[in-house]
């Protein structure tokens, strides 16, 4: 392997075989990391590195260390029309996020909303994936996250909230790709500082402090994270933990200050049927049309072209579909070395 940041690019099959392959060895079940490989490397297709495979080494430390559970079977809590909140039991992120989605669907065919939480679970990854699935289906989605203290509460020293992310997607018209607005609340992802650590980058200091809540520059270093947009990102964050957390019977945040308790992660997925509104037209044009007229805006100067939400991502996927997905070498390095520790084969443009 070349001391580059980058190795030869992988197919995606190539990737999501040996991401499947991986977790598998680590104590997914067949199903579930199948189902959590497609989600990682979706992710990696968007450019979205840093929700891609480099976590799947932590995926399966978190299972060695029970804090996920490999072939777990989430279970319905409690149904109130068109509410529907569900017990993880440890599953795996993806899957979890997963049925909470479906479930979401089905409710908004029969409600023309349907809104399911789901408690104890993993980390749920790019969320814009469950989002994406929602308008494939005809409704507009909304999905959040929320999990432990990773990012300072703005005015405060230290962890005080999560980098609870939100995504909002809808449907632009057939042929065309929704558009998925899909953001993190806090001033760069953590996954993001996990690649730069991964390819020997240093940070910029408006990203995250270290133990000593000063701003740093080396990832390594990093403590926690730096709020979007200082009490903007934190106040939405925190608003996030009481929408998916809170109603959800869950509590992340307040247990792990005050009890020290960590009780995993939870998701919440929204989904609602525009046929519901009985408009006389299809909304679906509105927003085909709302999508043009942004689209058609002139560029400001030094900008090739308008990007509607989620475009960049499509564009990516695009080119990478054709050329291959680059891995950083300190990715690929610790994945082969997660391969060859598990006996799983290990692509050979890894090497």
Same mark, same amino acid.
């Given at each position: 392997m070349s001391?580059a940041?980058?190795?030869?690019?992988?197919?995606?099959?190539?990737?999501? +075989?040996?991401?499947?392959?991986l977790?598998q060895?680590?104590g997914?079940?067949?199903?579930?990391?199948?189902?959590?490989?497609e989600?990682?490397v979706?992710?990696?297709?968007?450019?979205? +590195?840093?929700?891609?495979?480099l976590?799947?080494?932590?995926?399966?430390e978190?299972?060695?260390?029970? $804090?996920?559970?490999?072939c777990a079977?989430?279970?319905v809590?409690h149904?109130?029309?068109?509410?529907?909140?569900? +017990?993880?039991n440890?599953?795996? #992120?993806?899957?979890?996020?997963s049925m909470a989605t479906?479930?979401?669907?089905?409710?908004?065919g029969t409600?023309?909303i349907?809104l399911?939480?789901?408690?104890? $679970?993993?980390?749920?990854g790019a969320?814009?994936y469950?989002?994406?699935?929602?308008?494939?289906a005809?409704?507009?989605?909304?999905?959040?996250?929320?999990?432990?203290?990773?990012m300072?509460y703005?005015?405060?020293?230290g962890e005080?909230?999560?980098?609870?992310?939100i995504a909002?997607?809808?449907? !632009?018209g057939e042929g065309?790709?929704?558009?998925?607005?899909d953001?993190?609340t806090?001033?760069v992802a953590?996954g993001?500082i996990?690649?730069?650590?991964?390819a020997?980058r240093p940070?910029?200091p408006?990203?995250?402090?270290n133990?000593?809540?000063?701003?740093t520059?080396?990832?390594?270093?990093v403590k926690?994270?730096?709020p979007?947009a200082?009490p903007?990102?934190s106040?939405l964050?925190?608003?996030?933990?009481?929408l998916v957390?809170?109603?959800?019977?869950?509590?992340? $945040?307040?247990a792990?200050?005050s009890q020290?308790?960590?009780? #995993?992660?939870?998701?919440?997925?929204?989904a609602i049927?525009?046929f519901?509104?009985g408009l006389?037209?299809?909304?679906?044009e509105?927003i085909?049309?709302? !999508?043009?007229?942004?689209k058609g805006?002139?560029?400001?100067?030094?900008v090739?072209?308008v990007?509607?939400?989620?475009?960049r991502?499509?564009?990516?996927?695009?080119?990478?579909?054709?050329?291959?997905?680059?891995?950083?070498?300190?990715?690929?390095?610790r994945? !082969?070395?997660? #391969?060859?520790?598990?006996?799983?084969a290990?692509?050979?443009?890894?090497?």
């Amino acid at each position: 392997m070349s001391g580059a940041s980058e190795t030869k690019p992988i197919s995606r099959q190539a990737l999501e +075989d040996f991401a499947a392959a991986l977790l598998q060895a680590g104590g997914f079940s067949e199903q579930y990391a199948k189902q959590s490989a497609e989600l990682l490397v979706w992710a990696n297709m968007r450019g979205a +590195d840093s929700h891609g495979v480099l976590r799947i080494p932590r995926y399966i430390e978190m299972v060695e260390l029970g $804090i996920v559970k490999g072939c777990a079977e989430p279970a319905v809590s409690h149904e109130f029309g068109a509410i529907c909140r569900l +017990d993880g039991n440890l599953v795996p #992120g993806a899957v979890g996020m997963s049925m909470a989605t479906k479930r979401a669907i089905e409710l908004a065919g029969t409600f023309g909303i349907g809104l399911c939480e789901i408690s104890r $679970i993993s980390h749920s990854g790019a969320i814009g994936y469950f989002a994406e699935k929602i308008a494939r289906a005809g409704m507009i989605g909304i999905v959040m996250a929320a999990s432990k203290p990773l990012m300072v509460y703005h005015g405060a020293r230290g962890e005080g909230v999560s980098t609870n992310p939100i995504a909002i997607s809808a449907p !632009a018209g057939e042929g065309q790709n929704p558009l998925i607005f899909d953001m993190s609340t806090a001033a760069v992802a953590l996954g993001k500082i996990m690649a730069a650590k991964d390819a020997g980058r240093p940070i910029p200091p408006d990203w995250a402090v270290n133990i000593e809540g000063v701003p740093t520059t080396d990832p390594s270093k990093v403590k926690a994270v730096l709020p979007m947009a200082g009490p903007k990102g934190s106040g939405l964050s925190l608003m996030i933990e009481v929408l998916v957390s809170v109603l959800g019977g869950n509590p992340l $945040i307040s247990a792990a200050l005050s009890q020290k308790k960590d009780n #995993g992660f939870n998701g919440l997925a929204i989904a609602i049927n525009p046929f519901a509104f009985g408009l006389p037209h299809a909304v679906v044009e509105d927003i085909a049309a709302l !999508a043009r007229a942004v689209k058609g805006l002139p560029p400001a100067a030094g900008v090739k072209e308008v990007l509607l939400p989620g475009e960049r991502g499509f564009l990516t996927a695009a080119r990478r579909s054709a050329d291959g997905i680059p891995i950083t070498a300190g990715t690929a390095k610790r994945l !082969a070395e997660e #391969g060859v520790k598990r006996g799983v084969a290990v692509p050979a443009e890894f090497s």
